[in-house]
């Protein structure tokens, strides 16, 4: 995710779709192999060895609570997100979890990811996350390599599949270790409404096909 988001899919969480109203608190904690490399990076950082690349994945890994199932609710999934100042227009896609309990992502960086267990384009409170990869086999640089270089003030905006276009204004760009990724903020389902968007950088490990961060840009409605 940003400066080169792992070709493994991001984790954030892997259930039946039962979970569609079930609570779940997500864990990001970090973007994987692959041999991705962001713009700097990609030319510099030494390439993984040549051996057959597994499907892309991630180490993020939510936690799951669960609760009684009632009637799911009608939500309205995000269908598109765009960042002018960094040239950003990427379709987003439902996402939940994989087998190995980690958040789906495309594996095509030009789509981001909606985690589906969350807040919605039209939740009037807590944390509505997207996130995809910087890139991944056979696919180039994503979008979202410059999102370290949006800056506060910038404006993001959210297409549901209602049509609305729902504006943000960017509040901060953060990059964490993903060791220390602040999980339970990040993905909290309550309070004021946000915008979480994230993907990974920092610098790349090619022995272990890791960035060691996640960036996440927190956006808040306008």
């Known amino acids: ?64 609570r669960s609760s009684a199932i009632g009637a799911p609710a009608e939500t309205v999934p995000p269908q598109a997100l765009s960042i002018p100042s960094l040239g950003v227009d990427m379709a987003v896609t439902p996402v939940g ?18 985690y589906r267990f969350g807040p919605d384009a039209a939740s009037g409170e807590g944390n509505i996350v997207i996130a995809a990869h910087v890139d991944s086999v056979d696919y180039p640089i994503g979008p979202l390599a410059d999102l370290r270089d949006a800056a506060a003030g910038e404006t993001v905006t959210v297409t549901g599949a209602d049509g609305t276009d729902r504006g943000y204004v960017i509040e901060s760009v953060t990059f964490y270790e993903k060791t220390a990724l602040p999980t339970d903020e990040i993905f909290r389902r309550s309070g004021d409404p946000a915008l979480i968007v994230i993907t990974c950088g920092g610098p790349f490990d090619s022995s272990t096909g890791h ?12």
């Open 1 to 64: 995710m940003d400066e080169g988001m792992s070709r493994h899919r991001m984790g954030v969480r892997a259930v039946g779709a039962a979970l569609a109203s079930i609570g779940v608190a997500a864990c990001l904690i970090a973007c994987s192999p692959v041999g991705a490399g962001d713009r700097q990076s990609a030319e510099s950082s030494p390439s993984p060895a040549s051996t057959p690349s597994p499907a892309p994945t991630s180490d993020l890994r939510p936690e799951i």
């Open 97 to 114: 979890i994989a087998d190995e309990g980690q958040m789906e992502l495309p594996e095509d960086p030009a789509i981001a990811g909606w």
């Open 211 to 222: 960035y060691r961060d996640n960036v996440v840009a927190v956006a808040r409605p306008q």
